[in-house]
């Protein structure tokens, strides 16, 4: 219920109120990127509150005010990156691949040679030292682990009531993570391409 207060200051107060929560919106977009490169970039170790919060452009206090912890921060900066690979995906294929599995196949790669698999990288290796961010990163990896199953069948057209099917989508999406490993210390591209078309071949022999 509106006090007289609060009507008073009307249409007024909420144009005020916009920009501040604006700026806040903005404040931890930024925080999450900043997050996520400085993790691909420096790894877990080097990857303080502090440095984040320094390449973001924002004072220590306003990273901890979004983020009161270190793990609250590069669990969140992972999933809302890979929450936006994932939309960027689907937007490449707005109508769906149209049969073009072959193109399905390059994106769902592209998706594990990037930043983000380079920072997740370092999130799972800080995870299998850390109990106390173990169980939160097993549990954001399930959960992009299913979203972007669900993408692979929607985009390759997949029955996965057919035997053999399902296997087949997660044996493309591990050969992608695998991939995406490879290019970590050194740059894979040539390999990786002839690898790309005998999969999609595969795919789609095995897809029908």
């Known amino acids: 219920m509106s006090t007289t207060a609060d009507r008073a200051r009307g249409p007024r107060a909420d144009r005020d109120r916009r920009p501040k929560q604006d700026r806040s919106r903005a404040t931890r977009q930024r925080l999450l990127e900043a997050a996520v490169?400085?993790?691909a970039e420096h790894g877990w170790a080097g990857?303080?509150?502090?440095?984040?919060?320094?390449?973001?452009?924002?004072?220590?206090g306003a990273a901890q005010h979004h983020f009161p912890t270190r793990e609250d921060l590069f669990t969140a900066a992972v999933e809302y990156v890979a929450?936006?690979?994932?939309?960027?995906?689907?937007?490449?294929?707005?109508?769906?691949?149209e049969g073009d599995r072959r193109a399905?196949?390059?994106?769902?790669?592209?998706?594990?040679?990037?930043?983000?698999?380079r920072a997740?990288?370092?999130?799972?290796?800080?995870?299998?030292?850390?109990e106390q961010l173990r169980g939160?990163?097993?549990?954001?990896?399930a959960?992009?682990?299913?979203?972007?199953h669900r993408i692979a069948v929607d985009l390759l057209r997949a029955d996965e009531s057919r035997a053999g099917v399902r296997?087949?989508?997660?044996?493309?999406l591990d050969m992608a993570r695998g991939l995406g490993l490879a290019n970590v210390l050194t740059d894979d591209t040539a390999r990786r391409e002839r690898v790309v078309a005998q999969w999609a071949a595969l795919v789609e022999t095995s897809l029908g």
């Open 143 to 148: 959960r992009v682990g299913r979203e972007t």
């Open 104 to 117: 399905v196949v390059t994106a769902l790669v592209d998706l594990y040679t990037g930043p983000l698999f």
């Open 83 to 97: 929450e936006e690979r994932s939309s960027a995906l689907r937007e490449l294929f707005p109508n769906g691949a």
């Open 167 to 172: 296997e087949t989508v997660q044996g493309l």
């Open 37 to 39: 490169a400085c993790l």
């Open 120 to 130: 997740a990288l370092q999130l799972w290796v800080a995870a299998s030292n850390e």
């Open 136 to 141: 939160r990163v097993t549990e954001l990896e």
């Open 47 to 60: 990857s303080t509150v502090a440095v984040v919060a320094e390449r973001a452009g924002v004072s220590r």
